[in-house]
């Protein structure tokens, strides 16, 4: 019976092979139909009418070059709104308070995982990260 199963199933993927118009119709169509899905059902499921403003709060902690470049190239958007906001959980309370749906943090330079930071040696873990063990090379048995 498993022979059989085989035998379709590479007869098939041959037949596949073969039609390369089948076979992009094949990985296009569902994407098609999800995205259409999608957008249909969006307004029902609580997603954004099309049009709308989104809510995008931003928090310079760094108040360098980095978050001026983000509000001058996100203030063009029609469709985005940027409220100035002073601190992470400020913005926090916006997400959790369904105000925004996310917020934007720029760190602090001197935050000590920040690239900015130049210190000699090695970087510092994440304090969330463990450092890896360094690798165990094995060396091969002596053979004779």
């Given at each position: 019976m498993l022979?059989?199963?085989?035998?379709?199933?590479?007869?098939d993927l041959r037949l596949l092979g073969r039609d390369r118009?089948?076979?992009?119709?094949?990985?296009?169509?569902?994407?098609?139909?999800?995205?259409?899905?999608?957008?249909?059902l969006a307004g029902l499921y609580?997603?954004?009418?099309?049009?709308?403003?989104?809510?995008?709060?931003?928090?310079?902690?760094?108040g360098g070059w980095v978050g001026r470049a983000l509000r001058e190239r996100l203030a063009d958007d029609p469709s985005i709104r940027l409220p100035a906001v002073a601190t992470r959980d400020a913005a926090r309370a916006m997400v959790r308070g369904r105000g925004a749906a996310?917020?934007?943090v720029v760190p602090s330079s001197r935050h000590p995982c920040s690239p900015t930071v130049r210190r000699p040696g090695p970087a510092p873990a994440h304090p969330h990260v463990p450092r890896a063990a360094p690798p165990v090379?094995?060396?091969?048995?002596h053979i004779s």
């Open positions: 022979r059989g199963v085989l035998a379709t199933l590479a007869k118009v089948g076979l992009v119709f094949l990985g296009l169509a569902p994407i098609v139909v999800m995205s259409v899905a999608g957008l249909s609580g997603g954004a009418p099309p049009g709308s403003i989104h809510v995008l709060p931003l928090v310079d902690e760094d996310a917020a934007l090379i094995a060396r091969p048995p």
